[in-house]
């Protein structure tokens, strides 16, 4: 996607470095949107740390970057032995996403029954493909989400092309990133938002700060304004107001994990979103490539292992200060407590549809991707 009118992927190989070794460069996402700054990883410590302390975050990005830190341990150890213990390390870095687990189980078996001879350049091929496959399931999202939204403006006999002429304004509330930033390239809940504003659709995004990392804010709408489309930032607890007053034709999430059954666990406060839509009859869908899809399990409420992050994410908020320099301040008082899930799960009943590389789907037709 577009950076300062560059097109950028958010990690990409550097080949030839100084010690001769290869390394991954990553879009530190801690430091948006004030400061845009690329950090290279070249060890497996290095890029757990970099998935731990949200440097690269959103689930199908995790899931590359994992790849990516199975390269870089074959590049330095090749045996067995660190085979293994790279991949327990970055399966624990997080644990919500599934595609964190997807990617380094796929490494795996592609590696383990290999000479260990052959295993570096292996590994790094098949991030690079895990990588690629990644954006062309987005993109396929977006095409299908465009259809959507496209459907959606059909309003009364008005056909597109009208909407198109009137200028109608079509109004999406996201929650959380789930733009180009949570992917390789071009995102999953962003990307029908994309696809449209490129088609000429006249299509505007309802942000949400999404607290407590305020990644709505500081992400989305950054990559939002970078590519040129029109968003209005709102507090978490605007949404359902919009939503009564009519402002909102749509609402798309991304998502970290899905059952088999349609349940969606995504950033803390999706649910409540969820909640206010279907109370306003407001369609409410998760865009998610096929390997965010947990087929093993059906109750998300029960089987997903919602992540307790740091306390500190709810007591300071990082900002841009008056002099230019970024600052965390404390804003809660010092006595007192913080709990800070990092996800919720929306049951499947409150989910129009999930998006997919295949298709649009209601949750109880999931499975039906399983079997092609």
Known sequence: MLVGQQQYRT????????????????????????????SHITDLQQMVV???????????LIGAAAAYGM????????????????????????????????????????????ATTNRNQAAWNEAAAICDEDVLLNQA???HGLALIENATKNQGQNLAQNLAQNKVFNILTHCNAGWLATVDFGTALSPIYAAHNAGVNVH?????TRPRNQGASLTAWELGQHGVPHTVISDNAGGHLMQQGLVDMVIVGADRVTSTGDV??????????????DNRVPFYAAVPSPTIDWSIENGLI??????????????????????SLQNVRIIPLASQTANPAFDVTPARLVTGIITEHGVFAPNQLRSIQRE
């Open 205 to 209: 995004v309802w942000v949400d700060e």
């Open 71 to 114: 390269a870089l341990a074959m590049q330095h150890d090749t045996s067995d032995a660190y085979l293994q213990q790279a991949a327990v390390q970055l399966i624990q870095s997080r644990p919500t996403a599934v595609n964190l687990n997807w990617a380094v189980q796929r490494m795996l078996k592609l590696l383990l029954p290999m």
């Open 303 to 324: 089987d997903i292992e919602i992540e307790q992050r740091h306390g500190d994410e709810v007591a300071y908020m990082q900002g841009l200060a008056l002099d230019g």
């Open 265 to 278: 666990c995504n950033k803390i406060g999706t649910y409540l979103k969820a909640l206010a839509a279907f």
């Open 50 to 60: 970099a998935i731990k302390t949200m440097q690269v975050r959103g689930a199908p």
């Open 141 to 143: 999202i977006g095409r």
């Open 11 to 38: 990690i990409w190989v550097l080949e030839n470095t100084s010690q001769h070794l290869q390394a991954v460069a990553i879009i530190d996402q801690t430091k948006l949107p004030h400061d845009f700054d690329i």
